[in-house]
């Protein structure tokens, strides 16, 4: 043996695959793993980490509940929805957009004013991304309005392409039932 092979034993082992190629530096990355030495020293670390193994289970379930009341929400906002929020005023004689919210054709809708004419095509309130075109867009719109992050503007935006007649149907149970109730599930969960 060589005084290399005897001072680096890895370095037979890095050469025993044939390659080569073995850099022992991917083991480094084990080190991020020793924070977890502290579990078995703390107690009350334990219990935590112990509880929130035994929530894992609850919490699928929930969220499985919760990802079909979206997917519910989000198929019915397609039927009521779809195309709608692409609708804005634009002039008559230039075709410039004038409006950056939705109109409707008919009364309780948001109408245009004067010299200009309610059609389409926008791309919509944010950027696009708030619509009900297809299911996907849905789902995201719902998930929106279940956080509460913004969903008044999403309820003003479909005031505006539909009128405020009959909008609360949709948006009140969204809002009770996806918000109030089944994330406070998850937060019933992880408590108990």
């Known amino acids: 043996m060589s005084t290399v ?33 502290l579990v078995s020293g703390i107690p009350s670390l334990q219990v935590v980490l112990k509880s929130i193994m ?3 289970v609850p919490l699928l379930q929930i969220g499985l ?6 997917v519910m929400f989000a198929i019915i906002g397609v039927e009521f929805y779809m195309g709608k929020f692409h609708y804005t005023c634009f002039r008559v004689n230039t ?3 004038v409006a ?10 948001r ?11 926008w791309i919509g309130p944010n950027f696009g991304i708030t619509n009900f075109d297809n299911i996907l867009f849905a789902v995201l719109t719902v998930f929106q309005c279940i956080t509460m992050e913004g969903w008044v503007d ?18 009140i149970p969204l809002i009770i039932i996806g918000s109030f109730f089944m994330l406070n599930l ?5 408590s108990g």
């Open 100 to 109: 950056d919210f939705p109109c409707g054709q008919e009364a309780p809708a």
């Open 186 to 190: 998850v937060l019933g969960v992880l």
């Open 111 to 121: 109408t245009c004013e004067n010299g200009t004419e309610c059609r389409e095509y």
């Open 154 to 171: 999403i309820l003003y935006n479909a005031n505006d392409a539909s009128g405020n007649t009959w909008n609360w149907l949709y948006f």
């Open 5 to 37: 092979e005897t001072l680096c034993p890895l370095m037979i082992l890095a050469n025993v695959g044939g390659g080569g190629d073995f850099d022992l530096r991917t083991l480094r990355a084990v080190r991020v793993l020793r924070p977890l030495k």
């Open 65 to 70: 509940l919760l990802f079909f009341a979206i």
């Open 95 to 97: 075709d410039e957009r």
């Open 54 to 56: 035994k929530a894992m």
